[in-house]
């Protein structure tokens, strides 16, 4: 093994490699992105995850080498998530008026999901754990991963379901709720949360503040929620 090659089998290992390819494909879909005039359809949420799936498999990269680096991104959901609180705080004015419809809508919104998501897997005869793994599709990723465990399902099959959610939610999200005659930007961003979790709360923030904040508040709400009532669902499902 020549020189080159030696530095180059260490640098894809090293754990600054993850973390820099995370970083530079994110930047170079922001910029794609801002130059398509923040077209939804260029978020580049998903332009960078198929930059990067596209390096790990041309270079063949095994995926733990890349997340040994990536990891420090993933850690910094939690306090990302937390953050979601500061512009909420500006909303409790409103909140205070619309906290039981909220609380009813995340409910039902929650149930619809899980369910629908069960009964389309099986009518396109898609296998029983794949069938448990898709009910949490719109939950935020650690926790829907954490319920897909507990009804049966694989967790690792669940948080693709999760971010092909999150994905089609952040591109067509506020396109369709615009299209279906809803105005009211408390009520698209508690839509948006409950189903598309982070990444279409990401994208509500870019439209607007107030639909950000209350996308943030339905996403956790619906997570914390999600795993007392999913499994319940599935039994009644059974």
């Given at each position: 093994m020549n020189t080159h090659s030696a530095f180059w089998v260490?640098?894809?290992?090293?754990p600054l490699f993850g973390l820099t390819l995370t970083l530079v494909c994110y930047l170079l879909a922001s910029r794609l992105y801002k130059?398509?005039?923040?077209?939804?359809l260029a978020n580049p949420v998903p332009?960078?995850?198929?930059?990067?799936?596209?390096?790990?498999?041309l270079l063949e990269i095994p995926?733990?080498?890349?997340?040994s680096g990536a990891q420090f991104i993933h850690f910094l959901l939690g306090p990302a998530t937390v953050?979601?609180?500061?512009?909420?705080?500006?909303?409790?004015?409103a909140l205070k008026?619309?906290?039981?419809?909220?609380?009813?809508?995340?409910?039902?919104?929650?149930?619809?999901?899980?369910?629908?998501?069960y009964y389309i897997a099986q009518w396109m005869g898609a296998s029983e754990v794949t069938q448990l793994s898709m009910i949490p599709k719109s939950v935020t990723a650690p926790i829907a991963m954490g319920i897909s465990e507990g009804l049966g399902g694989l967790p690792s099959l669940t948080a693709v379901f999760v971010v092909i959610t999150g994905v089609i939610g952040a591109v067509f999200g506020t396109w369709l709720l615009r299209k279906v005659g809803i105005r009211g930007d408390a009520v698209k961003g508690v839509a948006i949360g409950v189903t598309a979790h982070g990444l279409g709360t990401a994208r509500a923030?870019?439209?607007n503040p107030q639909m950000g904040a209350f996308a943030g508040?339905?996403?956790?709400?619906?997570?914390?929620?999600?795993?007392?009532i999913l499994p319940w669902v599935l039994e009644w499902i059974r």
């Open positions: 260490y640098l894809s290992a090293s130059a398509a005039r923040y077209n939804p332009l960078a995850i198929i930059a990067i799936i596209c390096i790990l498999w995926y733990k080498d890349y997340f953050a979601l609180a500061i512009p909420l705080y500006f909303q409790l004015n008026t619309i906290w039981l419809p909220l609380i009813i809508s995340l409910v039902i919104g929650i149930s619809f999901s899980g369910v629908s998501a923030f870019q439209v508040l339905s996403m956790a709400l619906a997570a914390s929620i999600s795993a007392f």
